[in-house]
């Protein structure tokens, strides 16, 4: 059995381990339904990050502790705000735009897969985490919504350029002006997420889907996040002039010449990512 190595966060408000090659990211605010709170930003931005980079971590796994995914922003603190007085207006959007890369820029930034396991409520930057993920299994009892309407918002951490890629324009804006709770059926239909599973099979699924994409080549794992992030700002033209150069590199690769041998000697391949 693989040995699991439990990862000091800094906070317990954030929880991480590597078992199997997946870094296992838990967000630990059961009271507060998993909602983002300081401490546990801080603990997330350098965690995330050093994942990315570790070579015992070949793909991340995203969860809320207990019955929620999160929750979003701590709202109970947006009534603290009454000393915000003395902080100008652009002051505070450089404060937003920080923690909107702090956040969500910081595990999109990753070039290793991610998947989200949502057993609960995902909502607002909570639900931005989720689809920030390269996949999402959802238990039969999540529920996804967009939140921001109920409490007058906007909306932040990239959910309009989120839902508007992976679910298009009019279902982006449905989903953001009713802010209605989607359940995780309904969530898979329009695209939401990837798979639905009972709850309890969810975690021994997540975690199956992203130990099995870190025992993939992940060399060729981050090209293609690289290929595919390409394409949502590109032309059919250059997104095939880019996918030129990151296929070139992964047919160099020494994973690339394994799989082509597994596949000739009908075995499993043994990627070592490079």
Known sequence: MAQTVQIDSGTSELLAEIRERVAVVTLNRPEA???????????WENLIPRFGEDS?????????????????????????NSGLAEVTFEQRVAGQRAYHRRLIGSLMSVRKPTVAAIGGPAAGAGLAVALSCDMRIAAESAVLTTAFARIALSGDCG???????????????????????????????????????????????????????????????ARMKDSLDHA???????????????????????????????????????????
């Open 33 to 43: 339904r998993n909602a983002i709170s300081d401490g546990m930003l801080a603990a």
């Open 232 to 274: 949502v700002t590109s032309s059919l033209a250059e997104s095939m002039d880019y996918e030129a150069v990151n296929v070139i590199m992964t047919a160099q690769s020494l994973d690339h010449k394994e799989g082509v041998r597994s596949f000739m000697e009908k075995r499993k391949p043994a990627f070592e990512g490079r």
């Open 159 to 221: 959910i309009s350029w989120l839902l508007t890629r992976l679910v298009g324009f009019a279902r982006a804006r449905e989903l953001m002006f009713l802010s209605e709770r989607i359940d995780a059926q309904r969530a898979a239909t329009i695209g939401l997420v990837n798979r639905v599973v009972p709850a309890t099979d969810l975690g021994e699924t997540a975690f199956g889907l992203a130990a099995s994409l870190a025992a993939g080549p992940t060399f060729a794992f």
């Open 56 to 80: 015992r971590v070949g793909s991340i796994l995203i969860m809320g502790a207990q019955t929620a995914f999160s929750a979003g922003a701590d709202v109970k603190g947006f009534g603290q």
